[in-house]
């Protein structure tokens, strides 16, 4: 079945550095999403991507859709405490539309 | 803004009983779905429900588990007796139009099977 891989498992940064975080799949995604889990909630969307080649920014993070549309990448600007958190990235699956199949996620630890 | 609610936040079962997981979606939504994250593993999909009727499931959603949606503001997802792999986080969203992007999640029921 799909599967993405999400690059590296965890991150360990101070506070104040960027974070770059990736997402592989073997096949094609018309759909990038990239979430936040904080300890003990639930996903929060942070950016939905539609278009091969979009980027799109909400604050501090960017994401892109890859060209080939198998990957994405999400960044983070000059990270403070509350981003620490496990970052997923997730897209529909092709065995239905309304399913989503996640990333195994990116655990970000951030040092003050 | 509008939420997803579930209940109980944790729950505790001995291994072959019955559970029922509680969910409110967002009021003007149709479309629901559970979610399971076994602890430190991905978010995977169960079901999702549409019209009254399940729409997908996945292949982990056998025949120990059961969606309901019993008045106009529930969703419930029970799990008939219990195994301990059961033990996980249980999410639940909803969406309005179906849109994958257009998901809501609640904050989980983590459900311990002893």
């Known amino acids: 079945g799909q599967q993405l891989n999400q690059s590296p498992q965890s991150m360990f940064i101070q506070e104040g550095e960027d974070v770059s975080m990736n997402c592989t799949s073997s096949?094609?995604?018309?759909?990038w999403l990239w979430y936040k889990q904080d300890p003990g909630e639930g996903p929060v969307l942070l950016i939905a991507?539609?278009?091969?080649?979009e980027l799109t920014s909400n604050g501090r993070l960017t994401a892109q859709f890859g060209i080939t549309r198998k990957d994405s990448f999400l960044n983070i600007s000059a990270s403070i405490p509350s981003d620490v958190g496990i970052y997923f990235c997730?897209?529909?699956?092709?065995?239905?539309?309304?399913?989503?199949?996640f990333g195994q996620g990116t655990r970000l630890t951030i040092n003050p | 803004e509008p939420e997803v609610t579930q209940t109980p936040s944790h729950q505790v079962t001995q291994m072959g009983q019955e559970v029922i997981l509680r969910c409110v979606p967002i009021?003007?939504?149709?479309?629901f779905y559970w979610y399971r994250q076994i602890l430190g593993q991905k978010v995977e999909f169960l079901v999702s429900?549409?019209?009254?009727?399940?729409?997908?499931k996945s292949e982990i959603f056998d025949d120990q588990f059961s969606v309901e949606r019993p008045d106009g503001s529930n969703f419930t997802l029970k799990i008939r007796s219990t195994k301990l792999e059961d033990s996980a986080m249980y999410f639940c969203?909803?969406?309005?139009?179906?849109?994958?992007?257009?998901?809501?999640f609640g904050s989980g029921t983590r459900l311990t099977v002893v």
């Open positions: 969203a909803s969406s309005e139009a179906g849109r994958v992007y257009g998901y809501t």
């Open positions: 096949s094609i995604f018309n759909t």
């Open positions: 991507l539609y278009k091969a080649g």
């Open positions: 997730a897209g529909p699956s092709l065995e239905g539309a309304q399913k989503l199949v």
């Open positions: 009021s003007n939504h149709l479309y």
């Open positions: 429900f549409y019209n009254n009727e399940i729409s997908e």
